[in-house]
């Protein structure tokens, strides 16, 4: 890792000297200069190399370029591979992409909820609190199959746990709907309060709402929300 930081900032002269060596971390840093100077077909040819000698970093950068450019199906292929090999930003990007049908057609790809879902849960079980929210989103989702808001409120759980700060905040919102009760209130501040520690600006709203209005109508009857 520490040769590969060193390249950062090299002029392309010594960066092509190093190409010339045969390093890898030189060739994948020269065709990202090559993306930031818009040279988009030189970076391709570069990464494309690179990705078929079995570098999943390249075959991320790849990807991301073919996404950026419009070519969603082409990227989709390349993102395969790190998924496979458990790279968890790409099983990410793979199930964003199933859970969308523009720019997927063209590639006889198409919308798959099933393939998002299969992504999603290896991602899940991975460790990523991203996947656990993602998947809550899922079985929310009316045109999915297996939709389930059992399921849903379970990955929302999981994510807020997780120290997912979207979850953490939409966990709170679902805890004080027309409740009065003291202790919900208690649970969805200490919530609301994980999610702003994280810079989450509508929970750190909603945290001061909560803290200094008044307190709610909690006689029989009431549904007071807030």
Known sequence: AR??????GLSRDSLDAFVGRGST???LELALQQMQDGLHAAAERSLQQLARAGSPQAAMQLADLLQGDGRLGEAVRWWLAPAQQGRVDAMLKLAACYMQSEGLRESGLGRSYKKAAAWLLRAFQSGSAEAAYQLYLLYRK????????????????????R????AQFALAVRMLRGVCAREARIEAAIWLKRAADQGHS???????TLV??????CRPGSRQRE
């Open 212 to 217: 200094v209005r008044a307190p709610i109508d």
């Open 163 to 166: 120290g997912y700060a979207h």
């Open 25 to 27: 971390a030189a060739q």
């Open 3 to 8: 040769g590969e930081m060193t390249l950062r």
């Open 142 to 161: 009316p045109g999915y199959s297996m939709r389930n808001a059992g399921e849903a409120q379970r990955y929302l759980g999981l994510a807020a746990e």
């Open 202 to 208: 509508l929970a750190a709203q909603k945290l001061s």
